[in-house]
T-cell receptor, first 115, second 113 residues
């Protein structure tokens, strides 16, 4: 049972344009969402997060949007740069007993930004 | 360098064997997490330790075990290895309380032949 899904395995975007990566979740108990970026041969790197009490969080070129009613979040990258080419994972957590700080990850979306 | 150190980076071993993966968390982080990533899939949570004690457990096989030592480094032990255990194993650490996300190590690639 995949509680966090990234339905697009890959995305190709032209440099300077907007990249939109999508993520859907099924567990309504999730209250904190994160995006990670991963380059080959490296561990995932934290990018941006959002609490369920917000619907938008912005950090430079990166903005995350959360639509709780649709159980959907998206990551916008504007403008996209070739260095953004990587695999992007969305992840979710909830603060319930026994959950610790466990993150549930989506399967990832490979973003390719073409010069 | 993320500050989370994992050793070894690569490991090749035969089926039925036992291996130990090691992780040193970022300075000041009390929580350590282990994740498994198989075949370009998402990361699967295995287990979390906080200051030496198990805090949360995922779908970790009974053949797998972990511990966190007083100096906060952690070890993941994988025994009776099977071909399907071949994967990237990531360790991460975090500040706790005040969790705002993990810092991951660069992983250990385990190949079982």
């Amino acid at each position: 049972d995949q509680q966090v899904k990234q339905n697009s395995p890959s995305l190709s975007v032209q440099e300077g344009r907007i990249s939109i990566l999508n993520c859907d979740y099924t567990n309504s108990m999730f209250d904190y969402f994160l995006w990670y970026k991963k380059y080959p041969a490296e561990g995932p790197t934290f990018l941006i997060s959002i609490s369920s009490i917000k619907d938008k969080n912005e950090d430079g070129r990166f903005t995350v949007f959360l639509n709780k009613s649709a159980k959907h979040l998206s990551l916008h990258i504007v403008p996209s740069q070739p260095g953004d080419s990587a695999v992007y994972f969305c992840a979710a957590s909830w603060g319930g007993r026994g959950a610790g700080n466990m993150l549930t990850f989506g399967g990832g979306t490979r973003l390719m930004v073409k010069p | 360098d993320s500050g989370v150190t994992q050793t070894p980076k690569h490991l090749i071993t035969a089926t039925g064997q036992r291996v130990t993966l090691r992780c040193s968390p970022r300075s000041g982080d009390l929580s350590v997490y282990w994740y498994q990533q198989s075949l370009d899939q998402g990361l699967q949570f295995l287990i979390q330790y906080y200051n030496g004690e198990e805090r949360a457990k995922g779908n970790i096989l009974e053949r797998f075990s972990a511990q966190q030592f007083p100096d906060l480094h952690s070890e993941l032990n994988l025994s009776s290895l099977e071909l399907g255990d071949s994967a990237l194993y990531f360790c991460a650490s975090s500040v706790d309380p005040g969790f705002i996300g993990y810092t991951f190590g660069s992983g250990t690639r385990l190949t079982v032949v």
